[in-house]
């Protein structure tokens, strides 16, 4: 146990296009509401994590903060600041932590294009040769593990599906309307074997969350039972193993190792989606379905409203929202199911998995937790 919990979560009032906010202004605005939401003042917050840059949101916030983490590993980063905050409460770092993010992945508010970088191995080796967007470099592990296991279209569509069943019953989620399997494959394609409703939305937003002890949580807190991290190779044609869920299997062992915990008590589980397979690959790697059995569980309707394991209770990246970095979201609506107050409730959440990948591949953390 990590002997953390987190005790406000939040989102910002808007999700989907926001172009009168900026990235910082974004932060802020997820700072403040998680603060709100944890009846916690900015004077006794004394730790501050994010993906963008800690030090603005600190001094906008007027924060001052005795302990500072500014991971940055992709879209996962918002798990690691999580097991790095309890951490650091832990050794007696900082009593209270808030972890922000927000991102102006449709606007592009202050986002200015990335620029290639020829001193980095994708730099030099995989970007002069096409492999530069997201799309053209999830497709490999993808694609080799319909070879390696079968799974065909229809089960790869099945998973916005069942996520477009899940977003139906959320008034928040950018794309809401039915879908079907069919639909999916007469969609166009935007990398082989990617229609477009396999790929994810791209919007605005933020979240943050407040993270304390857990002996100094209340009723409404959600245990921080365990976590785990690791990172892969940054260069997808080098992956520790082809699939790309290497780190996230070492990710979730530890997670799981530190709770306590049976894979099989797991009763909700958020898995980063930017892609359609990333679902199937994400279930197999926390462990809670044998390699190969997922694309079937998921068309079997197993993963939608009424089945065994619900899985991407919000909608996900495929259409709820994914403002580039996509991690905050997922912990946001664990947290939500395990409080009992999501949009799309599912009964008597106990224990949920939240896995996170990063950066293409490059790395993973998962988090399991549980009611206070």
């Not at 009168?20 to 009846?39: T, Y």
């Not at 500072?68 to 932590?97: E, M, P, Q």
């Not at 979240?207 to 009723?219: C, E, I, M, Q």
């Not at 365990?226 to 996230?248: I, M, N, Q, R, Y």
Request: one cysteine or more; a negative charge; aromatic letters at 6%.
């Amino acid at each position: 146990m990590t002997g953390a919990a987190i005790i406000g979560a939040a989102e910002t009032a808007r999700v989907g296009r926001i172009p009168d906010q900026s990235v910082l202004g974004l932060n802020v605005e997820a700072g403040v509401r998680a603060l709100a939401d944890a009846l916690v003042s900015v004077s006794e917050v004394d730790g501050i994590a994010g993906a963008f840059d800690p030090r603005q949101v600190a001094h906008e916030l007027g924060i001052r903060p005795r302990w500072v983490d500014g991971t940055n590993v992709g879209g996962c980063s918002f798990l690691l600041h999580v097991r790095h905050a309890a951490a650091a409460i832990r050794a007696g770092y900082a009593n209270t932590v808030l972890i922000t993010h927000g991102e102006s992945g449709r606007s592009r508010v202050g986002t200015p294009p990335r620029p290639p970088d020829p001193a980095s191995l994708t730099g030099q080796f995989e970007e002069p040769y096409g492999a530069r967007a997201p799309f053209t470099r999830f497709t490999l592990p993808a694609l080799r593990y319909m070879k390696t296991y079968g799974l065909s279209h229809e089960e790869l569509a099945s998973v916005p599906v069942a996520q477009r069943q899940w977003a139906s019953r959320n008034p928040r989620a950018l794309l809401r309307d039915p879908l079907t399997v069919e639909d999916v494959l007469a969609a166009p394609l935007v990398a082989y074997p990617f229609h477009k409703p396999e790929v994810c939305v791209v919007t605005d937003g933020g979240g943050a969350l407040v993270v304390t002890s857990a002996r100094r949580a209340g009723d409404r807190a959600v245990r921080v039972l365990g976590a785990g991290e690791s990172v892969d190779s940054p260069l997808v044609a080098e992956l520790a193993e082809p699939l790309g869920s290497a780190a996230a299997r070492r990710a979730a062992d530890d997670a799981f190792a530190e709770a306590g915990v049976d894979r099989s008590d797991v009763d909700h589980v958020m898995c980063y989606d930017a892609f359609a397979h990333l679902p199937i690959i994400g279930l197999e790697a926390l462990g809670l379905l044998k390699p190969g059995e997922a694309g079937g569980f998921v068309a079997a309707g197993h993963t939608a409203p009424g089945g065994r394991l619900p899985v991407n209770t919000n909608g996900g990246g495929l259409s709820y929202t994914h403002t580039g970095m996509y991690g905050m979201f997922a912990i946001q609506e664990s947290v939500r199911q395990l409080r009992g107050e999501a949009a799309a409730q599912v009964s008597d959440v106990e224990l949920s998995a939240v896995l996170g990948f990063g950066g293409m591949y490059t790395a993973a953390a998962v988090l399991v937790l549980g009611r206070q």
